[in-house]
């Protein structure tokens, strides 16, 4: 059975960047080594290594900090503010010396917090998944611009597999916008399916300019429009339908003429990069996944016999059989990792594992 100790550790750094405060935390901490240089400097490596595992452990997910990176341990020194020798020894060519070291919590949160770290929290947890970006009108008409913002904010959350969908021509922009904003589930799912992608972000552009010019035609008018533009985004897998985010974002332009309803969608979409970027990276960092499962031809037997069976499963929790017909059943859980290490799970219990998606098994 695969060990997800890493996983939950990775987590963990997340949450804890996420919510860094500027303090500083007062240890006392003995260190050994074949001289006195030595014995302190381990002496600092454990004051680090006993507060990042208090500064990890309150997140409950974490088990095992000691697999944070050595990069850190091994530059101890530049995390201590100051320290105090309170006493040393040398035993048999042992040194001891024993220190209360005032560590900089902050510095260390900055460096457990960067891009490495956000890209690894992605590749463990959501095994950094192919995401598409769509920005379109009722009229079908992309923006590319929007788009680009969009992929940015996730980039700089450490999901890199940002797939390119410019083959979506406008009909189909506006179909798959329309439904995801309708909740024609099927019709998503369908649409969607189109592109090799885990998930889709829509950004669905509602766009209102304000002039006697939208009308009637009168000449000269069309430059004293004033745009209002609603942008409503959300980010969902394509296997499940599951909304990792949603959000309305409202934009109007100071000034009125040809450029107005760009000035207008700007406005409205400078706090989305950040919205979706850290929803996203929020999901990659909980190891727990929800996930699919679709039994097929009684693999589980009866509701009550499968519900018992994958509650008996390492890491599985809080199942729920949403429905079932003919020996067929959806499954919705929860699972300590993800789609993957779910299917090698049941394959190591022998049973056939027919698709595998994101968030989604069928046996």
């Given at each position: 059975m695969r060990s997800y100790g890493k996983k939950a550790m990775l987590a963990g750094i997340f949450f804890m960047a996420l919510n860094a405060s500027v303090s500083a935390a007062s240890v006392t901490v003995t260190g050994q080594g074949g001289s006195e240089r030595s014995a302190l400097h381990q002496a600092m490596r454990q004051a680090i290594e006993q507060q990042v595992g208090v500064m990890v452990d309150s997140r409950s997910y974490v088990q095992n900090y000691r697999l944070i990176q050595d990069r850190i341990y091994s530059q101890?020194?530049?995390?201590?503010?100051?320290?105090?020798?309170?006493?040393?020894?040398?035993?048999?060519?042992?040194?001891?010396?024993?220190?209360?070291?005032?560590?900089?919590?902050?510095?260390?949160?900055?460096?457990?917090?960067?891009?490495?770290?956000?890209?690894?929290?992605?590749?463990?947890?959501?095994?950094?998944?192919?995401?598409?970006?769509?920005?379109?009108?009722?009229?079908?008409?992309?923006?590319?611009?929007?788009?680009?913002?969009?992929?940015?904010?996730?980039?700089?959350?450490?999901?890199?597999?940002?797939?390119?969908?410019?083959?979506?021509?406008?009909?189909?922009?506006?179909?798959?916008?329309?439904?995801?904003?309708?909740?024609?589930?099927?019709?998503?799912?369908?649409?969607?399916?189109?592109?090799?992608?885990?998930?889709?972000?829509?950004?669905?552009?509602?766009?209102?300019?304000?002039?006697?010019?939208?009308?009637?035609?009168?000449?000269?008018?069309?430059?004293?429009?004033?745009?209002?533009?609603?942008?409503?985004?959300?980010?969902?897998?394509?296997?499940?339908?599951?909304?990792?985010?949603?959000?309305?974002?409202?934009?109007?332009?100071?000034?009125?003429?040809?450029?107005?309803?760009?000035?207008?969608?700007?406005?409205?979409?400078?706090?989305?990069?950040?919205?979706?970027?850290?929803?996203?990276?929020g999901k990659a960092a909980n190891p727990e996944q929800h996930l699919q499962l679709i039994v097929t031809s009684n693999q589980l037997g009866s509701i009550h016999e499968a519900t018992a069976y994958l509650q008996e499963l390492a890491g599985v929790s809080n199942v729920y059989v949403r429905d079932a017909s003919f020996g067929n059943m959806t499954i919705d859980l929860d699972f300590l990792g993800t789609a993957h290490d779910f299917a090698v799970l049941l394959e190591n219990q022998h049973i056939k594992v027919l698709e595998m998606g994101s968030e989604y098994v069928k046996i």
């Open positions: 101890a020194d530049g995390y201590i503010r100051s320290y105090e020798v309170l006493a040393s020894d040398n035993k048999n060519g042992i040194y001891t010396v024993t220190i209360r070291a005032d560590v900089q919590d902050q510095k260390i949160q900055a460096a457990l917090g960067t891009y490495a770290q956000k890209k690894a929290v992605v590749g463990a947890n959501m095994q950094d998944p192919r995401i598409g970006i769509v920005a379109a009108d009722p009229e079908g008409a992309r923006y590319a611009d929007l788009e680009n913002l969009v992929m940015k904010g996730l980039s700089e959350q450490g999901f890199t597999r940002l797939v390119d969908v410019d083959q979506l021509d406008a009909a189909g922009s506006r179909r798959l916008a329309s439904a995801v904003f309708s909740g024609d589930a099927a019709l998503q799912k369908s649409l969607a399916s189109r592109f090799p992608v885990d998930y889709l972000v829509i950004v669905h552009v509602n766009k209102a300019v304000g002039s006697m010019a939208d009308y009637v035609d009168i000449p000269g008018f069309e430059k004293l429009k004033r745009a209002d533009v609603t942008l409503s985004v959300r980010m969902f897998n394509v296997n499940t339908g599951e909304v990792l985010y949603a959000g309305v974002f409202t934009g109007r332009s100071q000034r009125r003429g040809p450029h107005a309803l760009q000035e207008a969608i700007s406005q409205a979409s400078e706090e989305i990069p950040d919205a979706v970027g850290k929803a996203a990276l």
